[in-house]
Every structure is written in C-alpha cells, then in structure tokens.
T-cell receptor
Framework: DAKTTQPPSMDCAEGRAANLPCNHS???????VYWYRQIHSQGPQYIIH???NNETNEMASLIITEDRKSSTLILPHATLRDTAVYYC?????????FGAGTRLTVKP | DTGVSQDPRHKITKRGQNVTFRCDPI?????LYWYRQTLGQGPEFLTY????????KSRLLSDRFSAERPKGSFSTLEIQRTEQGDSAMYLC????????????FGPGTRLTVT
C-alpha cells in the first residue's frame, strides 16, 4: 500500500474553508484515496473517496492532483463540530489502514 | 448512532484473565471489521469477515486473539491471558455489500488491563 503523509495538526477559523493536505507520492494506478474523520470518543466516519477525478459530496470536496501524488480535502465552511482527526488512506480495496492523521481544530 | 453496536462499552480486567467482546453490525451488512486503537494513534486493522468467513488477519492478531462470526451476523473478539499491552479501544465496523468503501463504526469497547 502507498504510504501517506499528513501534517499532525492544523487550525481553521470557524466559517472559513479548511484545506487538509495529504501526500501519497508512491500511489499506484489502481489505488483509491479515502478520507475518514474521527471526532473525540467516537468511531471513525467516512467522508469521501476518489480515484482520479475530483469529487464532491454534502460533507466535503476531494481534489486529487493530476499526477495523483497528493490530494486535498476541503471542508468549505468549517464549523466547531468539524474539530476532529482526519485520516487520508490510500488502498486498492476497501480495507482501511489508518495512519496518525491530522488533528483539525476549528476555532471560533 | 451508526447502527453498529458493541458490548460492553468498558471492560476492566486483571492481567491473565480472558475477555470477550461482541459486535452487532447493521443487519444487511455482510462485511465486518475489527480494529484496535491506542491513545494518539489511528485504528489498527486486526481482522475482517465476509459473512461468516474470516478473510484476513493482521500480524497484530497474536495467538491469544480469536474472532468469530458464526452465522454471518454478530461477531465476537476474544483475548486470552490478557496483558497490559492489550489495553486499548477495540472498534468494530461493517459495510453494506454495495458500498464497501464506507465503513460504519461502532462506539468501541475500551479495555483496561490492570
């Protein structure tokens, strides 16, 4: 599996866009990029996934670079409830392997 | 509440004792996963089932650990001769056959080995 690199922590102002980066320079052609988040004391929650194209759903947008070596998760209008650890995962199949993730703190 | 339940939510046990955890997935979900999470780390994959078949086991799943899903519905994870290093949150997740990319996680069982 390709290794992912994420910053350990980030801050974001409430109401602003939160842009969470992920590097996956060794990704192979058939590996998907998945994003999950984990709010304190809860199990992880699926956010979004993609292969090549940018994706958007009701929670977030996923931007994957053309060479697929990095991606960015965008929360367009962060709220205090978005404070969580965000995990970027690269996998061929749907069996997730979580790293340490990015701790996002949304501040008022 | 995702619909995945785990029991018990908390378990305190003495070193050397056996413990068993239960996971009830969402009813139509055919895949079930077990993870372990220690403080400050992401969940670590332990094993997963498709229906009643255990298809993959992590190297983390030592001989003291065993998981079952006898009828393809609920699953149990047993730890024999617990050690202090087994103290962690044990998470269960399940997926619908049509959307296997979206794992639904339960609230977890927090194990403390004294």
């Amino acid at each position: 599996d390709a290794k992912t690199t994420q910053p350990p922590s980030m801050d974001c102002a409430e109401g602003r866009a939160a842009n969470l980066p992920c590097n996956h320079s060794t990704i192979s052609g058939n590996e998907y990029v998945y994003w999950y988040r984990q709010i304190h004391s809860q199990g992880p929650q699926y956010i979004i996934h993609g292969l090549k194209n940018n994706e958007t759903n009701e929670m977030a947008s996923l931007i994957i670079t053309e060479d697929r070596k990095s991606s960015t998760l965008i929360l367009p209008h962060a709220t205090l409830r978005d404070t969580a650890v965000y995990y970027c995962i690269v996998r061929v199949n749907n069996d997730m392997r979580f790293g340490a993730g990015t701790r996002l703190t949304v501040k008022p | 509440d995702t619909g995945v339940s785990q029991d018990p939510r908390h378990k305190i046990t003495k070193r050397g004792q056996n413990v068993t955890f239960r996971c009830d997935p969402i009813s139509e979900h055919n895949r079930l996963y077990w993870y372990r999470q220690t403080l400050g780390q992401g969940p670590e994959f332990l094993t997963y089932f498709q229906n009643e078949a255990q298809l993959e086991k992590s190297r983390l799943l030592s001989d003291r650990f065993s998981a079952e899903r006898p009828k393809g519905s609920f699953s149990t994870l047993e730890i024999q001769r617990t050690e202090q290093g087994d103290s962690a949150m044990y998470l269960c997740a399940s997926t619908h056959p049509g959307t296997t990319y979206e794992q639904y996680f339960g609230p977890g069982t927090r194990l403390t080995v004294t």
